[in-house]
């Protein structure tokens, strides 16, 4: 059998990402039936991608408003002192998150950035007032590194994680008359 070029094997990864994209839920014979693969194929590269990290873990996309909770986003603008290690410390043990799980609120994303922000924190509280809590131990956590905070609150998920809202039609509500 000859052997498979670098190119292939990136395109029946590309392939098999895509699928896991759209619903990482589906099954191993679901995703190789839509890709043309055996399923044994399927399983080695998808074992492969998590084994080199492309793939992270699998989530699952809830209603928050079923939930009680509201989605936030913590957008953050850093002053131009250079970071200690101590507070790159903080980050890579995830002090954040243990500060979240006293305030009831689950950080969903958190991501560093080049623009007019350097930090995104996307995450869910029971209500404001959590919410703005909060914001309160990120800033005293990082208050000598924090210029600038901006909350922002979801009014109406369009689409989260590549998945579009199944109940896109109440946009509506939301839209003048």
């Not at 839920?25 to 693969?37: D, H, P, Q, T, Y």
């Amino acid at each position: 059998m000859p052997k498979r070029s670098k190119k292939q094997i990136e395109n029946d990864e590309t392939k098999i990402l895509k699928e896991l994209e759209k619903n990482a839920n589906k099954s191993i014979n679901e995703i190789a039936k839509k890709c043309g693969f055996s399923r044994q194929k399927v399983w080695r590269i998808i074992k492969r991608l998590e084994k080199n990290n492309t793939i992270w873990g699998y989530i699952t996309i809830v209603d928050n408003e079923i939930l009680g909770y509201g989605s936030f986003i913590l957008l953050i603008k850093r002053t131009t002192k250079p970071i200690s290690k101590e507070i790159v410390d903080l980050i890579t043990k995830r002090k954040l998150e243990k500060t979240e799980e006293k305030l009831n609120v689950i950080i969903m994303c958190s991501q560093y950035l080049n623009g007019e922000y350097d930090w995104c924190i996307h995450f869910n509280a029971r209500d404001i007032k959590h919410a703005k809590k909060f914001v309160e131990g990120f800033t005293v956590t990082y208050q000598d590194y924090v210029k600038e905070i901006k909350l922002l609150e979801e009014i109406f998920p369009i689409k989260k994680c590549g998945i579009p809202n199944p109940d896109i039609e109440n946009l509506k509500d939301f839209s003048p008359e």
